[in-house]
DNA sequence: ATGGTAGATACTCTA
């Protein structure tokens, strides 16, 4: 079992990537972020030929995530329990083959001080929150997506430049390690270590030739589900091609 | 010191 998370910042403009990808990568499950499309224009029926089911909540311009799976989609659960129908299209859920998978686009912040912030530290506590009241952790639970929070050193290109910054500020770390606490594994770290890779680039000043990047996309799985982990990997390709999203996908394999 | 690029939209915002 793959299941993969790749923020493709527009499905519109992506699509041929992400269909060339699907076909190489061979993912049963792939959880996606920045949409940017309204349901009604989502390519449901383009991904259906590619052998994917969907599931998608989305909005204009913005926001919008979506989960493609090979398998049978079960009890879809759009937005956090306190949103509403104005609310920034920023999570979804489902259970595919047993597994409770949660995909997330988390706040950006814009900048410390901002109501963005503010609103991305709220976002997150909302989450926990969401764990705590619907899923169990001696289940197979899955969180992934655009968590826009590097955690540790180790997923910042350079943490002493980065340190009290948006993205490795030190109150969203903690609000992103409240998350965990609910009873999530860092997959990544979990398999590979302490190794430095990074899963986003920043478009400007050539940070992907310098790998000046940030580990921001992540897959954590509940205790139950990391028994059964066999791999996780960043795949950098998607990055060195032409028009590229700014993000790479993430992969995690099951046994 | 506050640029650099990309995407969607409509003459700017978000990232």
């Known amino acids: 079992m793959k299941i993969a998370t790749w923020n493709v910042n527009s499905i519109n403009v992506r699509m041929p990537q992400l269909l060339a990808w699907l076909d190489a990568a061979k993912p049963d499950i792939v959880c996606l972020q920045e949409t940017k499309v309204v349901d009604a224009n989502f390519p449901e029926l383009e991904l259906k030929a590619a052998g994917y089911d969907s599931a998608f909540t989305g909005q204009k311009s913005y926001n919008g995530v979506a989960i493609l799976s090979r398998l049978p989609i079960e009890d879809v659960q759009l937005n956090l329990p306190d949103d509403d129908a104005e609310s920034q299209k920023r999570l979804i ?3 595919i083959d047993g597994i409770r998978i949660v995909n997330t686009y988390i706040p950006n912040g814009s900048e410390l001080g901002s109501d963005k912030y503010a609103f991305k530290l709220d976002w997150l ?5 969401f764990f705590d ?11 992934c997506g655009d968590f826009n929070v590097a955690i540790e050193p180790a997923d910042v290109w350079n943490p002493a430049a980065w340190e009290g910054k948006i993205h490795f500020s030190k109150p969203e770390r903690a609000a992103i390690t409240f998350v965990k606490q609910w009873g999530f594994r860092d997959l990544f770290r979990e398999l590979n270590g302490d190794v430095r890779e ?3 680039w920043d478009y400007r000043a050539g940070a992907f030739q310098h ?3 940030l580990r921001i996309d992540h897959i954590w799985t509940s ?3 990391t028994s059964r982990a066999a791999a996780c990997r960043i795949d950098r390709s998607t990055r060195t091609l032409d028009k590229p ?3 790479a ?3 995690a394999e099951f046994n």
Request: hydrophobic share 40%; with cysteine; proline share 3%.
């Open 223 to 225: 205790q139950k589900l």
């Open 245 to 247: 999203s700014d993000h």
């Open 198 to 200: 990074f899963s986003w």
């Open 93 to 95: 859920a489902a259970t």
């Open 133 to 143: 009241a619907t899923c169990s952790k001696e289940n197979d639970v899955l969180l």
């Open 211 to 213: 790998d000046h990047g």
């Open 249 to 251: 996908p993430v992969i």
């Open 125 to 129: 506590m909302r989450l926990r929150r």
